[in-house]
């Protein structure tokens, strides 16, 4: 009888230690999941900023070789002859070339879809060739115009980790836009239409750049990243 008791109680002890390991692995799975969304964000949000870089060092490349006026946010040939847009919403006339051009340019770049609120078409780089910057209102380089690149609708986990990668913190500061003079803006979407339009705001005051931003409202997170400073 007591053979069959210490069988009895050896069988239970076997059963009890089976669901305690059968329990850690399943928490240790979920927990898995979790570290999985995390790396993929700091791939996915590191993968963004180098596209940025990529970006505007091949625009300053521009600048620099081909003595162009104004760099164009699409795939067209250099023009001797092309639209140069001007504070304001006016336009002159000069040398232009497409960051994405054929024959001198790089692929066109879009931010990971993964990073996006709300994925679509117009989820992609802008382009600001000509817009007034400020750090906390405070003069980025002088009073004129600077040129930056600008996503927004991020998810705010993205934006946390990129302003961890630059600055080592996760917070994340406001931006504002001001003024009332037209700026032009180009939008290479995903789908390969061009947007070219003016927005109605003269200036945008950050908190940090490069890096993410969040709007007064506290909803609509933004990477901007400097590419030509004044």
Not at 32 to 61: C, F, P, V
Not at 111 to 122: H, K, M, S, V
Not at 135 to 148: K, Q, R
């Amino acid at each position: 009888m007591k053979k069959e008791h210490g069988n009895a109680l050896f069988l239970i002890l076997i059963a009890v230690a089976l669901f305690a390991a059968l329990s850690y692995a399943v928490t240790q799975s979920g927990g898995g999941g979790g570290t999985i969304d995390k790396e993929q964000n700091i791939i996915k949000t590191a993968l963004m900023m180098d596209q940025a870089s990529l970006i505007k060092n091949h625009i300053q490349r521009l600048y620099i070789l081909n003595e162009v006026d104004q760099v164009r946010f699409d795939s067209s040939a250099y023009n001797t002859a092309g639209t140069v847009y001007v504070n304001g919403g006016g336009s002159t006339t000069g040398g232009t070339v497409g960051v994405f051009d054929a024959t001198d340019g790089i692929n066109a770049q879009y931010p990971p879809i993964e990073l996006t609120t709300t994925p679509n078409i117009n989820f992609a780089w802008t382009y600001f060739p000509n817009i007034h910057v400020t750090v906390s209102l405070a003069e980025l380089g002088s009073s004129t115009d600077d040129e930056i690149l600008f996503v927004s609708n991020l998810t705010k986990t993205a934006c946390e980790q990129i302003n961890k990668s630059f600055t080592g913190s996760t917070t994340i500061p406001t931006y504002s836009w001001a003024g009332a003079n037209n700026r032009y803006r180009e939008i290479f979407r995903r789908d390969g239409t061009i947007v070219t339009n003016n927005a109605i705001a003269a200036d945008i005051d950050v908190g940090v750049i490069p890096g993410c931003n969040v709007n007064g409202g506290g909803f609509l997170y933004a990477y901007f990243d400097i590419v030509k400073q004044s």
